[in-house]
């Protein structure tokens, strides 16, 4: 099973990146996703989670109104908006899924496929 990342890149401090997240249908359909993040010299930590549906999200306390998290269910593909970035945002970022529910969880032993992330520096 593959997830394919795109759309990181450089961007000054308060601007914004939309990262998406391409899965086969198979996976796609009735799984959990995720977002994660790991910074240098830092542990990977969750950034924002959804529900198979869409409809319910989470998010950690550092990205809370700032990124926001969303699924095209009809595209097979996830997305994380990045809005008012900060330099402390730069990492690689990873999309995850799960077919374990319940969903909305930011540990990252609770995902079993991993992309292989892009890379967002803010500066």
């Known amino acids: 099973v593959q997830l394919v990342e795109s759309g990181g890149g450089s961007v000054q401090v308060g601007g914004s990146l939309r990262l998406s997240c391409a899965a086969p249908?198979?996976?796609?359909?009735?799984?959990?996703m995720g977002w994660f993040r790991q910074g240098p010299g830092k542990e990977r930590e969750g950034v924002a989670a959804?529900?198979?549906?869409?409809?319910?999200?989470a998010y950690a306390d550092s990205v809370k109104d700032r990124f926001t998290i969303s699924r095209d269910n009809a595209k097979n593909t996830l997305y994380l908006q990045m809005d008012s970035l900060k330099p402390e945002d730069t990492a690689m970022y990873y999309c995850?899924?799960?077919?374990?529910?319940?969903?909305?969880?930011?540990?990252?032993?609770?995902?079993?496929?991993w992309g292989q992330g892009t890379q967002v520096t803010v500066s």
């Open positions: 249908w198979s996976m796609y359909s009735n799984s959990c």
């Open positions: 995850a899924a799960t077919f374990k529910h319940p969903c909305l969880r930011l540990t990252t032993e609770s995902y079993n496929y």
């Open positions: 959804i529900a198979t549906g869409g409809g319910s999200t």
